[in-house]
């Protein structure tokens, strides 16, 4: 047709090389010229899917090896050669859009496999023990009693040695930094009972509590695995999310040739090309061409801002409508990005600094166990003056006080709200930011992106003749400008008049907007200075269409809003918080989104570093933050905010800086994670109570002296059962509609995952 | 007295067997895509080359 099909063909192959570059940049290498590459692949959910995606893809030459994995909803490629196979635009075809992940991200998670591998031998131990005691305690022959209780020391040693490592180690290296944690008084527990146990089985005692030692370790470790495997689930569903950074960029070398590079590999200098929809990797000054940047990650604008030769942009910005040729100011690790890295670094100590629940009961709890054995001990010395005596009374107060209540009390509750959050689209990334979510007192919300969905809404749609929208939305449709999508978004539904008018010459101007003929009559759609020059009127402002140039209609427009973005800030500020906008856009823009949510409490064009000032400030004011955002920009913030809640379109960075990540549109998953977090935090409460109460009546018991194995296995199992049953009365967060349909989890990552395909 | 001294240790070695067989299912991989593993079943020809073919 004209210049424009050519460009945009030219663009089109420049994008599908570069996208098979950066398969092999984000592809691992394995051994005799085989790599292997990991895709995300959200769609797939059924045998028919797996065997599609896997002859498809084992049909490109090159592939060796294609494997579905369905729990991760992930394929790995093992292909050969120098040239990487075209993998997302096969799978594009196929009908399952994925996109690259690290390429790590499909290795064995060790720490899994230790704790599973623990548990079954703790299991294992533990069962055949208490097998062999019960025998014992119905009364066996102490001939028997001697065999089976030097049975159950081999059992129990083992159960120590291989499961028991895992509290030690987490004991050990808690007390080297001169600190106390709820492992360092199961250690002591576990290890003085055993070794008691052994004393006794040498010299022939009748009372062993290898049981109580391996039940302890089994118990405790099946809440340490849930606790695991729940985190793992929510990090494997974040990390599964498109990544918004380049991992590469295509350079222009001074003899006219190109190359593919890594970002890290770009030096200052260097030119580099930019098609209509690559982020930019670097920063850099325009050298080529006119374009429209979409800087909502990078600052929080949501109107884009224009691009000319001599402009210079920062890295993560998103290159809207034409291509851009740019030269490189700063490599990738002085770039704006890294800037934002190390700010969030700098920012990161508050939140270290945080002491987690059980850790601070550990540190009440241990001295005063600890103190009342060893009374125990005296008080039975001075008493009865057998030393023996004393000491297994003194580990029975061990033993029955043993935190194995207090050990669950925590993990337990966090592992069903950690699934209740899931199950509602929310990731939680460890159990410490449902404590701190649980305290916070004011929430700082960015704006674009976080509020707004980053997306324009025409406004005054209903102002503009419908045959006038219907020109513009024809015209509009075309393009790939946010604010022509939102022209296109509006438009009436039929229009018949207008179907069969042919639009000619279409050119689009990166920059300024674009231009068509209709029946001899010039249309032009854009910036009120370009449509409207010929008029006189060079210095016009706002977005117009104009018919040989004369005006015909003007556009307003404002970011829409997220789903039920009214109603979360509503409920958040019936739970006590105080609300407040922290943005980097113009202060007009916040202002009216202020307005509609009817938040006074708004600050705009801040900095990262003016945003973490400001979070510093309310933190010395003895607040806790909770600071929502998505942007490069927040991500500083995010890091230095008490507690922080990304979206899952958020920028990379953002997204690993958050402990909470939520998937879905809807902005009320910031009020659901707060009830839950509360309840869950009331709960643990109810459960440090029950603990206590339990002590309470065990601990006279036990200083008595009446405490024989049968009574402390007993006795341990009821807490324990006692405090799983109050942790699975969660009821927060149960009955939002579809929270339990899968199928909706699914199609919200499908979304996006195949936003950076536009 | 005395069929305890072969019972309980073939007790203890049945467990044993068992635990090994678990240790070895998880090393071999077998949790890594239980969803995955539920439907390929549906699959009705088996190409892979790391699954042994029957016939």
């Known amino acids: 047709m004209n210049g424009r099909g050519l460009v945009a063909a030219a663009q089109a192959s420049a994008g599908a090389s570069a996208a098979r570059q950066e398969v092999r940049i984000a592809s691992r290498a394995l051994e005799q010229g085989l790599h292997q590459t990991e895709l995300s692949v959200p769609g797939v959910h059924c045998a028919g899917c797996i065997r599609t995606v896997e002859k498809g893809l084992s049909r490109i030459p090159g592939v060796e090896h294609v494997r579905v994995n369905l729990s991760t909803k992930r394929v790995s490629v093992k292909w050969r050669g120098d040239e990487p196979p075209d993998l997302l635009d096969a799978l594009e075809k196929l009908g399952f859009p994925g996109h690259l992940t690290e390429a790590d991200a499909g290795r064995k998670d060790p720490e899994f496999g230790r704790l599973i591998r623990a548990l079954a031998v703790a299991g294992f131990s533990a069962m055949n023990i208490m097998l062999l005691s019960v025998s014992v305690w119905s009364g066996a022959e102490p001939t028997t009693r001697h065999v089976f209780h030097w049975i159950s020391a081999a059992l129990a040693l083992l159960c120590l040695v291989y499961s028991g490592r895992i509290f030690f180690v987490s004991a050990w290296s808690a007390l080297s930094r001169g600190r106390t944690n709820m492992d360092v008084p199961i250690s002591i527990g576990v290890c003085l009972a055993f070794g008691l146990s052994l004393y006794d089985t040498i010299h022939n005692g009748p009372h062993a509590y290898f049981d109580a030692a391996t039940a302890l370790i089994f118990f405790l470790l099946i809440g340490r695995t849930l606790d695991h495997v729940m985190r793992e689930k929510a990090r494997t569903a974040v990390r599964g999310l498109a990544r918004l950074a380049p991992r590469g960029a295509t350079i222009l070398r001074d003899d006219g040739g190109r190359d593919y590079l890594a970002v890290g590999e770009i030096e200052p200098g260097m030119r580099i090309m930019l098609a209509a929809g690559d982020r930019i990797p670097v920063d850099g000054v325009v050298t080529e061409g006119a374009s429209d940047l979409d800087c909502a990650l990078t600052s929080g604008e949501s109107a884009p801002r224009r691009a000319t030769p001599g402009s210079s942009v920062q890295a993560g910005t998103l290159n809207l409508t034409g291509p851009l040729t740019i030269t490189a100011s700063a490599r990738a690790e002085n770039s704006f990005l890294a800037e934002m890295v190390r700010l969030m670094e700098a920012a990161e100590g508050g939140r270290a600094r945080y002491r987690r629940l059980a850790d601070r009961a550990a540190a009440l709890y241990s001295p005063v166990v600890h103190s009342v054995a060893l009374l125990t001990f005296l008080g039975w010395m001075m008493a009865t003056g057998e030393w023996h005596r004393a000491i297994t009374v003194a580990i029975a107060v061990l033993i029955i006080t043993c935190p194995c209540a207090l050990g669950l009390a925590v993990p337990i509750v966090q592992v069903v709200a950690a699934r209740r959050l899931f199950e509602n689209g929310i990731m939680v990334k460890d159990g410490s930011a449902i404590e701190r979510l649980a305290e916070s007192d004011i929430a700082v919300f960015d704006k674009t992106g976080t509020l707004t969905l980053g997306r324009l809404q025409l406004v005054d749609g209903d102002a503009i003749a419908p045959r006038d929208l219907a020109i513009a939305a024809r015209i509009a449709s075309l393009s790939n400008h946010p604010v022509s999508k939102a022209i296109a978004a509006a438009a009436p539904p039929a229009d018949a008049g207008l179907a069969d008018t042919g639009l000619a010459d279409v050119v689009e101007q990166p920059g300024v907007g674009i231009e068509a003929r209709i029946g001899g009559n010039l249309y032009r759609l854009g910036r009120a200075d370009w449509a409207l020059a010929e008029a006189g009127q060079a210095h016009a402002e706002g977005t117009v269409l104009s018919r040989d140039g004369t005006l015909v209609a003007r556009f307003a427009f404002e970011d829409t809003l997220r789903p039920q973005a009214r109603e979360a800030i509503e409920v958040l500020r019936e739970a006590g918080l105080r609300i407040s906008i922290l943005s980097g856009d113009a202060p007009g823009a916040v202002t009216a989104v202020a307005l509609r949510l009817g938040i006074d409490d708004f600050d705009a064009g801040l900095l990262p570093a003016a945003k973490v000032g400001r979070l510093d400030d309310l933190a010395s004011e003895g607040r806790k933050v909770l600071m929502v955002g998505d942007g490069l920009n927040d991500a500083p913030a995010l890091a230095a905010a008490h507690v922080s809640i990304a979206p899952a379109n958020a920028a990379d960075i953002g997204r690993s800086a958050a402990d909470f990540v939520f998937l879905r549109d809807s902005l009320v998953a910031v009020p659901t994670a707060l009830a839950i977090s509360r309840e869950a935090g009331q709960i643990v409460r109810q459960n440090f109570a029950l603990a206590t109460a339990y002590n309470a009546i065990a601990l006279p018991i036990a200083i008595a002296g009446y405490v024989t194995p049968l009574v402390a296995a007993l006795a341990m199992s009821l807490s324990s059962v006692l405090v799983v049953a109050n942790a699975l009365r969660l009821k927060a967060g149960k009955n939002i509609p579809h929270a339990t349909d899968p199928s909706r989890v699914r199609s919200v990552k499908g979304d996006i995952a195949v936003e950076p395909a536009q | ?55």
């Open chain 2, 1 to 55: 007295m005395t069929s305890l001294i072969f019972l309980v240790p073939l007790a203890l070695l049945l467990g044993g067997t068992a635990l090994a067989a678990f240790l070895w299912s998880l090393k071999s991989g077998q949790y890594e895509d239980l969803d995955g593993a539920a439907e390929r079943i549906l699959l009705d020809e088996e190409e892979e080359d790391d699954q042994p073919s029957r016939k």
